[in-house]
């Protein structure tokens, strides 16, 4: 089987993030696999083992990426592919990202493709349908259960925390959700293999693109963190006492009331 992950790089939002003219700050900021990713290479390996083929992980991304892809290589993924924007394209989108994967894909032979089902930086969702309606092959959102049988498709999906059971069938597309497995660390002999899988890098010019092709469709106009929580009142003495004194300030301060 030919197996695909997209795998996206994102900021550690457990890390203190800074927000600079509606950029977050890249400098000092942590970076890792999109959570929702790691199930998507966790799932593919899985697969891989048990049906065989390949797992080919790809990002869009600058040079920093490959460290995320070295990553997945450890973890047991068989190739991975950078698409590297970093001299052509300043701003993109998700239309820009689809795009590019949409070329990317153009000439590939596909049976699945894993996504995330969000990335947890900009997390529109939108990465994996996109790409399955331009590929013209089904999806299927937020899995946490998959069973191949030859064509057929057996799938577990979360809808908000009940469960909706798919068939469907190859060529196919998926994007994680948390339970779907527990991601393995990359072991020390894995990394050690990691460094001599192929890593292709592709620029725009590779997939037949030019700037203007993917010329993004949207502007992030602000971004800001939510503001601080200020510490909250602890109410004192008798308690019909404490009772006027909160729907005083439940009507004058916080004019709830
Ligand atoms: C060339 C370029 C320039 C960009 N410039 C800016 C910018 O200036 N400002 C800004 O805020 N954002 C920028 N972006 C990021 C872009 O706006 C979105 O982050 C991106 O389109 C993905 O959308 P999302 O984060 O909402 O992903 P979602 O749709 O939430 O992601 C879902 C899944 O799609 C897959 N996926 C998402 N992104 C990638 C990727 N890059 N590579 C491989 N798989 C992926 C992953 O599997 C992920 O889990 C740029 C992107 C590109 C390609």
Same mark, same amino acid.
């Not at 190739?79 to 970093?86: D, F």
């Not at 190859?170 to 192929?198: D, F, H, W």
């Given at each position: 089987?030919?197996?695909?992950?997209?795998?996206? @790089?994102?900021?550690?939002?457990?890390?203190?993030?800074?927000?600079?003219?509606?950029?977050? /700050?890249?400098?000092?900021?942590?970076?890792?696999?999109?959570?929702? %990713?790691?199930?998507? &290479?966790?799932?593919?390996?899985?697969?891989?083992?048990?049906?065989?083929?390949?797992?080919?992980?790809?990002?869009?991304?600058?040079? /920093?990426?490959?460290?995320?892809? @070295?990553?997945? #290589?450890?973890?047991?993924?068989?190739?991975?592919?950078?698409?590297?924007?970093?001299?052509?394209?300043?701003?993109?989108?998700?239309?820009?990202?689809?795009?590019? #994967?949409?070329?990317?894909?153009? %000439?590939? =032979?596909?049976?699945?493709?894993?996504?995330?089902? &969000?990335?947890? %930086?900009?997390?529109?969702?939108?990465?994996?349908?996109?790409?399955?309606?331009?590929?013209?092959?089904?999806?299927?959102?937020?899995?946490?259960?998959?069973?191949?049988?030859?064509?057929?498709?057996?799938?577990? @999906?979360?809808? /908000?925390? =009940?469960?909706?059971?798919?068939?469907?069938?190859?060529?196919?597309? &998926?994007?994680?959700?948390?339970?779907?497995?527990?991601?393995?660390?990359?072991? #020390?002999?894995?990394?050690?293999?990691?460094?001599?899988?192929?890593?292709?890098?592709?620029? #725009? =010019?590779?997939? =037949?693109?030019?700037? %203007?092709?993917?010329?993004?469709?949207?502007?992030?106009?602000?971004?800001?963190?939510?503001?601080?929580?200020?510490?909250?009142?602890?109410?004192?003495?008798?308690?019909?006492?404490?009772?006027? /004194?909160?729907?005083?300030?439940?009507?004058?301060?916080?004019?709830?009331?």
């Amino acid at each position: 089987m030919n197996i695909y992950v997209l795998l996206k @790089r994102t900021f550690d939002t457990e890390e203190k993030i800074t927000i600079n003219d509606a950029r977050i /700050e890249e400098e000092g900021a942590e970076f890792i696999i999109n959570p929702y %990713d790691e199930y998507a &290479v966790e799932e593919a390996i899985n697969l891989r083992d048990e049906h065989g083929g390949e797992v080919t992980v790809v990002t869009i991304g600058e040079e /920093e990426s490959e460290k995320q892809l @070295r990553t997945a #290589l450890a973890m047991g993924a068989d190739k991975a592919v950078l698409i590297n924007t970093e001299d052509d394209l300043e701003d993109g989108d998700q239309y820009t990202t689809v795009k590019i #994967l949409e070329a990317f894909f153009e %000439d590939k =032979d596909v049976d699945l493709i894993l996504a995330g089902n &969000v990335a947890i %930086d900009e997390a529109s969702g939108q990465v994996g349908p996109r790409l399955a309606e331009r590929l013209d092959i089904p999806y299927v959102t937020t899995i946490t259960s998959i069973t191949i049988d030859g064509e057929t498709v057996q799938i577990e @999906r979360d809808v /908000e925390g =009940d469960v909706e059971k798919v068939d469907t069938s190859l060529p196919l597309l &998926v994007t994680c959700q948390q339970g779907l497995n527990e991601p393995r660390y990359p072991s #020390l002999p894995g990394i050690m293999k990691a460094k001599k899988k192929p890593l292709e890098e592709l620029e #725009l =010019d590779d997939l =037949d693109l030019d700037e %203007d092709d993917v010329e993004p469709k949207t502007k992030t106009v602000d971004i800001f963190l939510p503001p601080e929580k200020e510490a909250g009142k602890v109410l004192e003495g008798e308690i019909d006492d404490q009772v006027k /004194e909160l729907v005083s300030l439940l009507r004058n301060e916080a004019k709830v009331l």
